[in-house]
């Protein structure tokens, strides 16, 4: 399984913006970037995902880098709700296997 | 409220019993997923269902774990004979394309 890399924890105002930067440097063409963060007390939430372009949805903004060794995931305005893990992870559609392989993710803090 | 259901929420056991989880999917959702979490770590994949079929299972699925989707519809995962190390959150999950849907969990608490 491809790994990812993100850091451990990151902290934001309300209202501020928020970048979640994640590495995933040995992905393959047919890997497919997804997020999904987990409330706390809750099941993870689809978040956002991409395979090359960036996307944009309701909830958040995903930045693939030109190479597709990094990307991130952009909450335009953190709210108190937002507060959560949030885990990118990599889905390889030709792969056969459907599961989704969760690292630690980052735990997100947003202060009011 | 038309999300994936689990039941119970929480399980308190002694060592050695058997437990039943049970999921129900979202409607007409044909792929089912479990996953197992421990405190501090991102879920773990257990096994996968497509309709009644079980098309993979982890690793970490010993043979005291057995999960049935006998119609293709609900989903039961039993853990025979449980051990202190069983105590964790146990997701489930339905898909019909690509994303999963989590439902809320059941949290075991094997004493």
């Known amino acids: 399984d491809a790994k990812t890399t993100q850091p451990n924890s990151m902290e934001s105002n309300e209202e501020e913006p928020v970048h979640l930067p994640c590495n995933h440097s040995t992905i393959s063409g047919t890997d497919y970037i997804h997020w999904y963060r987990q409330l706390p007390s809750q099941g993870p939430e689809y978040v956002i995902h991409g395979l090359t372009s960036n996307v944009n949805n309701r909830m958040a903004s995903l930045a693939i880098a030109e190479d597709r060794k990094s990307s991130t995931l952009i909450l335009h305005r953190a709210t108190l709700r937002d507060a959560a893990v949030y885990y990118c992870i990599l889905r390889d559609v030709k792969g056969g296997s459907e599961k989704l392989v969760f690292g630690k993710g980052t735990k997100l803090t947003v202060n009011p | 409220d038309t999300g994936v259901s689990q039941n119970p929420r929480h399980k308190i056991t002694k060592r050695g019993q058997n437990v039943t989880f049970r999921c129900d999917p979202i409607?007409?959702?044909?792929?089912l997923y479990w996953y197992r979490q421990t405190l501090g770590q991102g879920p773990e994949f257990l096994t996968y269902?497509?309709?009644?079929?079980?098309?993979?299972k982890s690793r970490l699925l010993s043979d005291r774990f057995s999960a049935e989707r006998p119609k293709g519809s609900f989903s039961t995962l039993e853990i025979q004979r449980t051990e202190q190390g069983d105590s964790a959150m146990y997701l489930c999950a339905s898909s019909l394309f690509d994303t999963q849907y989590f439902g809320p969990g059941t949290r075991l608490t094997v004493l």
């Open positions: 409607s007409e959702h044909n792929r």
């Open positions: 269902f497509q309709n009644e079929a079980q098309l993979e």
